[in-house]
């Protein structure tokens, strides 16, 4: 993009699943996700909204793949709603791995989405778990409120952000993807993502972008 975009009241910051498990030592930490959290509180700043996501798995999970018998970390099996990728044991409600990151500051948080919740359903976009009918609540809070744009940031581009964006198109907003406050599992297995966003008209901003 060029130029400047100016924030306003109908603008929402949504911050997907900054959490200890993903990030440095965590059990499915992904790589820099540290590094963008100061510039998450940064962005906080220019909003008068934010919205927080958090992954809360119940134990024993069937995204997990100790749920499974002879499965191994990352192996993709069939579930009902399609296939599934076999996580490690992450974010497990009431756990210190599912905290947000110690440094991440919630307090401008109007809401926090909870998601995952469901033994038997995985859930990577904040808008809907994976079986792409049950909703998280997240776009009934934005529609209440009046937003109109939303500024995607977080972890990471593969999977929650990314899907969490298609799924806001496919919502009726407009969405924004803020790529350097959000973290990738790899630099280059992002790029059929990015390609996705453009294709359904996902915008990619940087924070020098947005003016409050």
């Given at each position: 993009m060029?130029?400047?975009i100016k924030l306003d009241e109908n603008d929402v910051l949504v911050?997907?699943?900054v959490q200890k498990d993903?990030?440095?030592g965590g059990s499915l930490a992904v790589q820099n996700a540290d590094a963008i959290v100061a510039p998450i509180n940064s962005l906080m700043s220019k909003?008068?909204?934010v919205v927080i996501s958090?992954?809360?798995h119940p134990v024993g999970h069937k995204s997990f793949y100790t749920s499974h018998e002879d499965k191994n970390p990352f192996e993709v099996t069939t579930m009902p709603y399609g296939e599934q990728i076999l996580w490690p044991e992450h974010c497990i409600a009431g756990t210190t791995g599912a905290d947000f990151h110690s440094e991440?500051?919630?307090s401008k948080a109007k809401a926090i989405i909870r998601k995952g919740t469901n033994t038997q359903i995985d859930s990577y976009s904040t808008f809907f778990e994976n079986d792409r009918k049950t909703p998280t609540g997240m776009a009934g809070y934005l529609r209440q409120n009046g937003f109109k744009r939303i500024f995607l940031s977080g972890i990471a581009t593969e999977y929650c952000v990314g899907f969490s964006a298609t799924d806001g198109i496919e919502e009726g907003f407009d969405v924004y993807?803020?790529?350097d406050a959000t973290a990738s599992f790899d630099n280059e297995d992002y790029e059929p993502m990015h390609k996705r966003w453009d294709e359904?008209?996902?915008t990619k901003v940087t924070m020098d972008e947005l003016s409050s």
């Open positions: 060029t130029g400047k911050v997907i699943d993903f990030c440095a909003f008068d909204n958090q992954d809360w991440l500051d919630t993807v803020i790529t359904c008209g996902v």
